[in-house]
């Protein structure tokens, strides 16, 4: 389920229960439309009210997340090559950049971290929505069923078709990987990384009511997204975020 809002990007009503302490959105090739952006290439930068600080880093397709847990400044540098971000800090809004990889926004409800996530098949298969849960689980005392988790628009099963080394890599850390994959006549398959990044939350205790699956498949839906798949191009992308906001009582 999911909603678009009039700056062209997509809410997920997971997360919009949290409205009053949480801001996110998952973006289209048409937004969003908020702060300094540059829609072709998916960047929101800190020159809005509603956005003062915005963390984008270097996206490596690992599964290495970087927590930040202290005051951060506008342009603070931060090397490295990062695929997924978590804070506890307000007003941080952390944004990743996609077009067919998943990306994936975390709000603990418990403890108030958020965490984006960027999840191609290469993290998606070594684990990075697990691995990032379990690092909010170490640096915040996480509590797994108090996570809300929002999977976003991606390559959806209808198209996106794997070779044999992605499936070698799936099966040798995934034992359930026969779940997510249709064999195709032409000794490919079609993998469905939404429901693998799915099945790998509630493997760790993510409860079900809390994970939210948005149906958009970037691939076979030009008219709303870029795909690098389709296109064979990765120098448009999309943005999506989340942040921590203020609450005044």
């Not at 998952?26 to 937004?31: D, I, N, P, V």
């Not at 070594?126 to 929002?150: K, N, S, W, Y």
């Not at 070779?163 to 995934?174: G, K, M, Q, T």
């Not at 509630?202 to 958009?216: A, C, R, T």
């Amino acid at each position: 389920m999911s909603s678009m809002n009039a700056g062209k990007h997509l809410l997920n009503p997971v997360l919009t229960q949290a409205v009053r302490s949480l801001t996110h959105f998952f973006g289209t090739r048409h937004g969003p439309v908020v702060g300094d952006t540059r829609e072709d290439v998916g960047v929101v930068r800190a020159k809005h009210p509603e956005y003062p600080l915005v963390i984008q880093v270097k996206q490596v397709h690992g599964t290495d997340a970087l927590v930040l847990d202290s005051p951060m400044m506008v342009n603070q540098e931060l090397p490295g090559g990062w695929d997924a971000l978590i804070t506890n800090q307000s007003e941080v809004l952390l944004a990743v950049r996609t077009a067919d990889c998943v990306p994936v926004l975390v709000y603990d409800s418990g403890r108030h971290i958020v965490a984006a996530i960027h999840a191609g098949w290469r993290g998606s298969v070594q684990g990075i929505v697990p691995a990032t849960l379990h690092r909010m689980q170490e640096c915040f005392d996480t509590q797994m069923e108090d996570v809300l988790m929002a999977i976003g628009p991606s390559a959806g099963f209808c198209c996106y078709e794997v070779d044999e080394p992605v499936i070698r890599s799936l099966r040798a850390s995934y034992q359930e990987w026969a779940q997510v994959v249709v064999p195709r006549d032409t000794g490919k398959v079609r993998l469905n990384l939404r429901e693998l990044i799915r099945c790998q939350a509630l493997d760790v205790g993510v409860p079900e009511h809390g994970i939210g699956l948005m149906s958009f498949c970037t691939i076979c839906q030009p008219d709303l997204f870029y795909s690098y798949r389709r296109d064979g191009s990765a120098n448009k992308t999309m943005v999506s975020g989340i942040m921590l906001t203020r609450v005044t009582c």
